[in-house]
């Protein structure tokens, strides 16, 4: 006698599969505004190339920021110290230049950790862009955690530093653009120091 064949119900989507698809798409559509945009400013070969290594650290930082998301999960934890550690490896590839990190190992929310990717990847471009350093560009990232529970970063490139006047809340640049709504999104807070070199503070409650 002929077995009856079962029809399998397709599978549902889980929530996380949902919203880890849903973030995907946004990010994609994200990074290709960005790229339009930039696309519109270039005049030379030197800025095309730099604009292409812009748009490689932003894909390449936000594809951390979701494999984090895929492994853990968005309110869980990773270890920060080795994240920076392979984000560097990465920049000081992808830029030629030469990036550190200084601070002790801490568990931070996965979120927190994949927007410092995006955010140190922006500053640390702007520093190949804009710092103009005699020698080689170097870039620093140093952390730790305050007492009242906020993550402290500090970035810092050996650059001609920033010009008199600058505002970092009141500019139209694409990578100060994305920095500080990358900030604001997590709640934190966003400052700048004048001097030799560009100084950048980052408040992270987490």
């Not at 410092?116 to 870039?139: C, Q, R």
């Not at 990232?141 to 530093?161: C, P, Q």
Request: a negative charge; zero cysteines.
């Amino acid at each position: 006698m002929a077995k009856m064949q079962v029809m399998e119900e397709p599978a549902v989507p889980r929530d996380r599969d949902r919203e880890a698809d849903h973030r995907i798409g946004n990010s994609l559509a994200f990074l290709a505004a960005t790229m339009r945009f930039e696309s519109r400013r270039i005049s030379s070969v030197e800025e095309a190339r730099l604009a292409l290594e812009s748009a490689a650290n932003r894909l390449s930082a936000i594809a951390r920021l979701h494999r984090i998301m895929g492994q853990i999960g968005r309110g869980e934890e990773v270890q920060l110290l080795p994240h920076l550690e392979e984000l560097s490896e990465v920049l000081s590839q992808s830029l030629d230049i030469d990036v550190f990190v200084n601070g002790v190992d801490i568990p931070v929310p996965a979120d927190i950790a994949g927007a410092l990717a995006v955010v140190i990847s922006e500053l640390a471009t702007n520093s190949v862009k804009h710092g103009h350093a005699d020698g080689g560009t170097v870039v620093g990232v140093t952390y730790r955690v305050s007492k009242a529970g906020i993550l402290i970063v500090d970035v810092g490139d050996n650059g001609h530093g920033l010009p008199d006047g600058f505002d970092i809340h009141d500019t139209t640049g694409l990578g100060m653009t994305i920095v500080n709504s990358t900030v604001q999104r997590h709640r934190g807070k966003l400052t700048v120091e004048h001097g030799h070199g560009a100084s950048y503070r980052i408040e992270l409650p987490i």
